[in-house]
């Protein structure tokens, strides 16, 4: 498999690089150009809840274990142990951060605590992209809870959307995995799995919320809202990931959240 | 309406009212054997610390909204506490940081085995209980009429401020109406304030949150505060109706005798931190 990767983010208004609070993960391999060359892909893109604490953390977590960890695309099971992997380092993490803030002469003040006893949330999806075998097409198998979306497009068409596939299901309360851990049977309720062909030619889009919500509203009002992300970083384009983002919002078109694209051009 | 984004760059204000008047000495009617004026300090307090616990993040409070505190009894005007005292309007970053005490309060949390165990909280105060005078309550909202349209001046295009007057609604300088009113017109490009009344009365009447009409309400200053309250926007109505509350197009910002904590909780500022059900 030849796939050319490229990733845009940017953060909400108002916001630093250092408080961006979305993570993505592309590999396990890619050269410096984006290129990944092997019989596997795998993605991860998580959306870290504005109203956690060290929610950036257990997103950039989370994208760590299920980018990495075998078997979390293909079937609930799978997505559970990955789960478990993420959680069970969190109360490390948070002791880890407590005492560099001690150190560092910040201590966590009053109104810290009930978010950090709480835990963090983010939603979630990954893919794994496996080349043929045996004659067969090559396939890709994904995971997701919550509202961070793939979208697959062929031959100027949306050829799969998951797991939201209707822009009025976006909403400020999507299911979200909790640092502090769940009931297995509850989760499984909220793990959505997929599985499709993809050809050279296919193009991905996976992002976080407030792009996925513009780009299926785009399609749904008869648009191609992958144009302007194909051209991206391209010589045709005309802005900058940050530049059309902040456009989209200025017209109202997009939430301003942060905002994450993992584009991958199958080759 | 109601639907620009609170964030940084697009901020909002939340104005609080606070009864301070005699009046307030009285006993509340739930048979709490609580003085009126330590339910609203007390509700005013607890909202303070909703709101700064809604909006904190890792080593900070993001300023979300800007806070005005309005006391009403002997006189009218600021009535945060401690180092914020005669402050008109203040970032919830300074609110956070600086009540002008930090209490520490024993609450019944869950021991994770079926149980309950006493558990110690910080619980920050910004306000104390204060009860003198009369009740210009007409007076105080004229007050936020002023400190309001200094806000949308400044912030054409913010999520519309949300005004909260706690009181028992015996107002002394005349029919609130028109200046709740005046308020209620004051209005940003995303929709007209909204005015919200928490009502605490000596009557032992029951509990009462987010109706939609004044039939059950007990006496005529809860009419009257009813009737001041505007409707519940769309998607507060929706998290009324998530927290248990039968609604309709007509459930306003009213409560007798009950919390309205929740209301920190109606408003949007980025994805909610719940658990999968």
Known sequence: MLALTSTFLVPKRGSSLKEYEDASWVGPEINANGEVQQDTLRVAVADGASESLLAGHWARRLVRVFGTAKNATHAKRGFVAAYREAACGWDEEVSTYTAEREERGSPIQWYEEPGLAKGAYATIVAAEFSDSRQGQSPTWRAVGVGDSCIFQVRDESLYARFPIDDSAAFSYQPPLLASRGVEDAVLRRHIRLKANDWERGDSFYVTTDALAAWFLRIFESGGRPWEPLRDLDTRDADLSFEEWVDQQRDFGEMHDDDTTLVRIDMC | ?277
């Open chain 2, 1 to 277: 309406m109601y639907s620009a984004e609170i964030s940084r760059a697009n901020p909002t204000s939340f104005v609080f009212l606070l009864d301070q008047s005699a009046s307030m000495q009285d006993q509340i009617g739930s048979g709490e054997g609580r003085r009126k004026s330590d339910v609203v300090a007390d509700a005013l307090n607890r909202l303070l610390q909703e709101l700064t616990i809604k909006c904190a993040k890792e080593e900070g409070v993001r300023d979300y909204f800007y806070v005005s505190v309005i006391g009403y009894g002997a006189t009218v005007g600021p009535a945060l506490g401690g180092s914020l005292a005669g402050r008109d309007l203040v970032a919830l970053s300074e609110i956070a940081t600086s009540p002008a005490k930090l209490e520490t309060r024993s609450k019944k949390m869950p021991d994770g085995a079926g149980g309950l165990v006493d558990q110690e909280i910080k619980f920050p105060i910004w306000v104390n209980p204060v009860a003198n005078g009369g009740t210009p309550m007409s007076n105080a909202l004229t007050r936020a009429q002023s400190v309001v349209s200094g806000w949308l001046n400044d912030h054409p295009a913010c999520f519309p401020p949300v005004v909260l007057n706690l009181t028992d609604g015996e107002s002394t300088d005349g029919d609130p109406t028109n200046p709740a009113e005046a308020l209620r017109q004051l209005a940003s490009v995303d929709g007209p304030t909204l005015l919200f009344n928490l009502h605490v009365s000596s009557d032992a009447a029951p509990a009462i949150s987010f109706p939609d009409s004044d039939v059950a309400l007990p006496n005529q200053y809860a009419r009257t505060l009813f009737n001041l309250s505007s409707t519940l926007p769309d998607h507060m109505r929706t998290y009324a109706q998530q927290q248990g509350c039968a609604v309709s197009d007509g459930t306003r910002g009213f409560v007798f005798n009950a919390d309205m904590t929740s209301i920190v909780q109606f408003l949007d500022i980025g994805t909610r931190a719940s658990d999968l059900r």
